[in-house]
């Protein structure tokens, strides 16, 4: 470059290109923030690049003046905002998120074990959760203390998260204080403290948030070990990557960053290894042994270890063509894990300003996981880290964001807010590069006055940033139908339910929502449900002295009238959809003893006789025969093993004569014969959970002989058995009274 040129660029002043290139950012995140005109917002981005980039070539002496703000103001700032973070995490925490997820009630069941001592897998003390939940165990030793000292429940479990959550701010603070100084710091502490997607985790009762916490804690000491050199830090330093190890999945990322930053060092500062090299080996064994009981579990049970990931990895071929959609080919076969990864890059990478995480639970409405002001100073920063690589600093950040990234990228159902969690720290610190570039483009301006205009422009910044986050989360995704449902409601609500009849009820319960970890947890300590069969459980013969009562989902509302006939002293009650109060989620029928014994002994004479069968051939023997009353089935868990089929036979009581309308409700197949005829065939498209297919016959006044037939070749079984009698405006169950067994 001649000297013309370079005289020319150091007259310019920084502030020009920098405020250029944050508006053209503000510009393209404007017209694509939350799933618009994606493409035309890139090229706005790419414009703001090309400014950005020149200004790096504005050669200024960086004036380094240390900032004055006085301790006790600082103090109290981070004070207020932790205060602000508390708020945003305690808020009507009794509401939301409602109900208890699956995994939330398994982490709380694993630590009722733990904290009675149960052993399970060959000891009371476990390392690593084999089963549901598939991690380390380290969350489910903070529930089980939380439960000793604050009681069983579902707050007690989140407790653990909002608390890591919290503590995830002031450990934020003192990270960006020694990166950056005092005020980048604040506005980071406040970033994390509001950020919908940390807030979110930190309200669920998710192993993640540990991970937070700890990516947070190994950037810090793996600076002060490059900068300091001390071997306390390097001793930390193996301590806090160890003990990440113990938390969520992605936490497995976290030593492939520090290696990465670890090769570049080689080759940036060779003389690091040179003259720490004592301290790299203490710093080792510091990490080899916290984490020894993780590895010596990780080299016996390898395949429990790894079950997870491989789960949902882009490797895996029978998940993939399971889930179909976008993971296979025209032809159905599983895609290359190439292209998948390539697909997984671009979604991921626009999860933060575009288009974010499509489950409810972990987001809501498919908005950005990045708010408006914080998605600007992150693309600001990005740029930045990607132009000044190779400072030591930028290139740590760099290094944890590709390597924890990586969990989404590797994984189906991308982009996956949860899996890539480790991400946000990482992604906060990079948003408070971009800050930095502003308040240095700024200085270069106003010089003196700019403390108190960078200050102004900040607070109203942060201001419009808390508030996007506070609406999204406390009024978007609070009032999110699908937020609601995905977090088990109605399991827990049936659990608590169960829970305050206590010993005197026995409950009949549907078998997926009675094996549920949402509901077990629920019902602790009682275990007094029973799974539901209409041909086992009605009427009721268990010769217990105890009331009843059915727990059952609305394609069982049908039985309703039967229940009221059977046992007139029965109470009813349903639990319906927060949103749609029309939707009954699942219907209770309260049955006194005194109802239940008129029934104990009475013989079952009405229903069909059901031979199951193996395969879908109905080929004899079959594997059971039994009566059953109704042929109402939504059955969770299959009477037989894999394909199954069943052949009922028997004989229906017709009182009056007419013309029926008999109809047969069905996921796969289903043919009715009477008097030999064939009158239904019903073939399930496959697309739809219940195919209906109806025909009409003339009956005569006495018995005539059925014969109806069901096979289940696919998933999610179901059949139904229906009518509807001459002059009968709505169709029924066809009742047992009128079904006579073979």
């Not at 009675?116 to 489910?140: C, F, H, K």
């Not at 990228?409 to 990482?426: C, D, F, K, N, W």
């Not at 005197?504 to 947890?521: E, L, V």
Request: with cysteine; aromatic share 18%.
């Amino acid at each position: 470059m001649s000297k013309k040129k370079i005289s020319f660029i150091n007259k310019l002043n920084l502030f020009y290109p920098v405020i250029i290139s944050f508006t053209f950012i503000f510009i393209g995140q404007y017209v694509m923030y939350d799933n618009k005109k994606l493409i035309l917002g890139l090229l706005f981005w790419a414009l703001a690049a090309i400014f950005l980039i020149f200004s790096f070539f504005i050669v200024k002496k960086e004036k380094i003046k240390e900032e004055k703000i006085d301790k006790k103001i600082e103090f109290l700032i981070l004070f207020l905002i932790i205060l602000i973070g508390i708020f945003f995490r305690t808020y009507m925490i009794k509401d939301i998120p409602a109900g208890c997820y699956r995994d939330e009630g398994q982490n709380g069941n694993e630590a009722i074990n733990i904290m009675n001592g149960v052993v399970l897998d060959g000891t009371s003390l476990p390392v690593y959760i084999e089963r549901w939940t598939q991690n380390a165990a380290m969350y489910m030793y903070f529930v089980a203390a939380s439960f000793k000292f604050f009681g069983i429940g579902v707050l007690q479990i989140r407790l653990v998260s909002i608390i890591f959550g919290i503590l995830c701010i002031p450990a934020f603070y003192f990270l960006l204080r020694y990166l950056y100084g005092v005020r980048l710091a604040l506005i980071g502490a406040f970033l994390i403290a509001t950020l919908r997607w940390h807030v979110n985790f930190s309200r669920i009762g998710f192993l993640g948030i540990l991970t937070v916490f700890f990516v947070i804690l190994c950037i810090y000491f793996a600076w002060r070990v490059y900068k300091e050199r001390k071997i306390f830090d390097f001793i930390m330093l193996g301590i806090v990557t160890a003990l990440s190890l113990y938390t969520y999945l992605a936490s497995r990322l976290i030593p492939v960053a520090i290696f990465i930053f670890g090769l570049y060092i080689l080759f940036k500062d060779f003389k690091f290894y040179k003259n720490n090299w004592k301290k790299i080996l203490i710093g080792l064994a510091a990490f080899f042994i916290v984490g020894l009981p993780l590895f010596e579990y990780a080299v016996k049970h390898p395949q429990y270890f790894t079950s997870r990931q491989s789960a949902v990895s882009i490797f895996n071929l029978e998940m993939l063509r399971e889930i179909g959609g976008r993971y296979v080919e025209k032809d159905g076969q599983p895609k290359h894990w190439s292209k998948l990864y390539i697909e997984n890059v671009w979604r991921t990478f626009m999860m933060f300003n575009w288009s974010g995480d499509g489950n409810p639970r972990h987001n809501y409405a498919l908005k950005p996981m990045l708010d408006f002001v914080t998605g600007i100073f992150f693309v600001a920063g990005f740029m930045v880290i990607l132009f000044k690589i190779f400072n030591p600093l930028n290139f740590l950040i760099f290094s944890f964001f590709i390597s924890m990234i990586q969990a989404g990228l590797l994984s189906i159902e991308s982009p996956q807010a949860y899996r890539t969690i480790g991400l946000i720290p990482v992604v906060l610190t990079i948003s408070i590069i971009g800050f930095k570039v502003l308040y240095h483009a700024m200085e270069e301006l106003l010089h003196k006055n700019n403390n108190k205009v960078f200050t102004f422009v900040v607070l109203l910044l942060v201001f419009i940033s808390g508030y996007e986050n506070y609406e999204k989360y406390f009024t978007g995704f609070a009032n999110n139908p699908g937020s609601w449902a995905e977090f088990s409601s109605d399991e827990y609500s049936m659990g608590r339910y169960v829970h305050s009849l206590g010993d005197s009820y026995i409950a009949i319960i549907d078998p997926a929502w009675m094996n549920s970890y949402t509901y077990k947890f629920a019902t602790y300590p009682y275990k007094n449900s029973v799974e539901f069969s209409p041909s086992e459980w009605i009427p009721i013969k268990a010769k217990v002295e105890k009331n009843f009562v059915y727990i059952l989902d609305d394609e069982y509302l049908p039985l309703v009238p039967v229940l009221k006939s059977m046992y007139p002293n029965g109470k009813y009650s349903d639990f319906r959809h927060k949103f749609y109060k029309e939707k009954i989620l699942y219907f209770t029928y309260e049955v006194p003893y005194e109802d239940v014994k008129k029934h104990q002994d009475k013989p079952i004479k009405n229903g069909l006789k059901g031979h199951y069968y193996y395969g879908i051939e109905w080929k004899d023997p079959p594997v059971f025969v039994r009566i059953d009353p109704f042929i109402l089935f939504n059955w969770t868990v299959d009477p037989v093993m894999g394909k199954f089929s069943v052949k009922w036979t028997g004989k229906i009581k017709i009182d009056v004569p007419g013309e029926y309308t008999f109809i047969t409700k069905t996921n796969d197949y289903s043919d009715l014969f009477i008097n030999d005829k064939l009158i239904i065939k019903n073939k399930s498209p496959g697309n739809i959970p219940l195919h209906s297919m109806a025909a009409k016959i003339y009956l005569t006044k006495g018995l005539h002989k059925i014969v109806l037939r069901y096979y289940e070749s696919i998933n999610y079984s179901k059949m139904q058995f229906w009518w509807k009698k001459p002059g009968a405006m709505e169709e029924e169950v066809v009742p047992s009274e009128v079904l006579i067994p073979e």
